[in-house]
């Protein structure tokens, strides 16, 4: 599956990296490549919850 991700840059230090399609699925990192890894495993575990119910 493909995600459509928006990466902007933190009020305070950092990134912050949203899904689009899953806005549950937010986090934050220190670099861009941090906070994209970092949604990564949100999306993955919003997809997890939401099969189990």
Do not use: W
Not at 1 to 15: N, Q, V
């Amino acid at each position: 599956m493909r995600f459509t991700i928006k990466l902007e840059e933190s009020d305070e230090e950092g990134y912050t990296a949203q899904c689009l399609e899953i806005p549950a699925a937010i986090s934050e990192g220190n670099t861009k490549e941090e906070a994209l890894e970092n949604v990564k495993e949100a999306i993955q575990l919003v997809l997890e919850v939401t099969r189990e119910h």
